[in-house]
């Protein structure tokens, strides 16, 4: 697979799945062009990079115009606000960038005569009526909810793809992603893998929302770009879901993280939040039979790394809120 020659653009390049898929890609020989307008990436997730000869970093928004020098072979469009925070925070940007965003890679692709995989997500199922969650599920999403932005944003997404796909006949690759955790996740983003740690490490009581009963499946993050690169570089258009069907509620996960932390710190209940799904697990049969993929990380081991890497912050980021002026560093436009 590796070939010095072959030249992919990584869009979100400064998130935490993006600077992943940077290090993989370098790992196996390509040239990377990385790619941010760091409204939710951060440069020290690249810091590592600086002077690899095989890797260039663009500062974009990919909302506006993306124009490439030079050959492209593969397009990983990873860029997207994440989190339920970044969806009050910033809901037109992360309406834009699946669409608007979408749109110009999709036309970079096709001028490139590029192969180019989405990053969409578990969330187009909504608050599932069906689990597990296959790829023919159509999902329940409330388009005008507060999460709407993101999940309405990764369906019109999906759709664009499909078209370009069937008009043009480009060749894509939708990977359908499910709650990924691991190192170079921000601290303080809302999810809850990077919330129960943060409030351990603090002493905190940890935050459940709702009784607690809802559900998540974790994938550690070498796992999900073991699978993306192995959708990427197969012969499948459609969606396809990557993540681990290991399920386990919100609750009992809590206590696993005080459990690891040593901590005796409490739980606190508060309101369940709107259109949160109380079910999530992917149904990976078509993963399993296309790929030939399924994660080998247990969450022991890869929560215990994913501490690891937060336990190591220095005292003032482990502190620090990162969203305290988000809203004036990136004014809705």
């Known amino acids: 697979m590796a070939n010095q020659k072959k030249r992919v653009l990584i869009t979100g390049a400064a998130g935490f799945l993006g600077s992943h898929l940077c290090d993989r890609f370098l790992a196996e020989g390509f040239t990377v062009l990385g790619m941010d307008n760091f409204i939710t990436g ?6 590592h990079l600086e002077g690899n000869p095989n890797f260039e970093f663009i500062e974009h928004d990919i909302t506006k115009f993306v124009g490439i020098e030079g050959s492209l072979d593969y397009i990983l469009h990873f860029a997207s606000p994440a989190s339920p925070i970044d969806y009050v925070k ?13 749109h110009n890679l999709l036309g970079l692709a096709k001028a490139k005569d590029a192969r180019i995989l989405i990053a969409s997500t578990s969330e187009v199922y909504g608050d599932p009526l069906v689990h597990p969650q296959p790829e023919d599920y159509f999902g329940n999403v409330n388009t005008i909810g507060p999460r709407g932005v993101y999940d309405e944003a990764k369906r ?4 664009m793809v ?6 043009h006949g480009l060749e894509t690759r939708i990977a359908r992603i499910f709650n990924t955790y691991g190192p170079r996740m921000r601290l ?3 999810r809850v893998v990077p919330a129960f740690i943060g409030q351990s490490l603090r002493g905190e009581n940890l935050t459940i929302f709702g009784d607690g009963q809802q559900t998540r499946s974790f994938c550690y993050v070498d796992d999900l770009v073991e699978g993306v690169v192995r959708l990427l570089f197969s012969n499948y258009a459609e969606p396809v ?4 069907p290991d399920e386990l509620s919100i609750i009992d996960f809590a206590h696993e993280i005080l459990e690891l932390a040593k901590s005796e710190s409490k739980l606190d209940f508060m309101k369940l939040t709107e259109n949160d799904p ?22 022991k081991e890869g929560i215990k790394h994913t501490f690891s890497y937060f ?9 620090r809120n990162e969203h305290k002026d988000f809203t004036t560093r990136n004014n809705e436009k």
């Open 90 to 102: 910033i809901p037109i940007q992360t309406l834009k960038v699946g669409s608007l965003g979408t």
């Open 156 to 159: 019109f997404q999906e759709s």
């Open 241 to 244: 879901n990557l993540g681990n």
């Open 188 to 190: 303080n983003d809302g």
């Open 162 to 167: 499909m078209a370009y796909h069937r008009f």
């Open 311 to 319: 336990a190591a912050l220095p005292k003032e980021q482990l502190l």
């Open 278 to 299: 109380l079910q999530r697990q992917p149904d990976i049969s078509l993963a399993k039979q296309l790929l030939n993929w399924t994660p080998k990380i247990s969450r």
């Open 42 to 47: 951060h440069k020290d997730n690249l810091h």
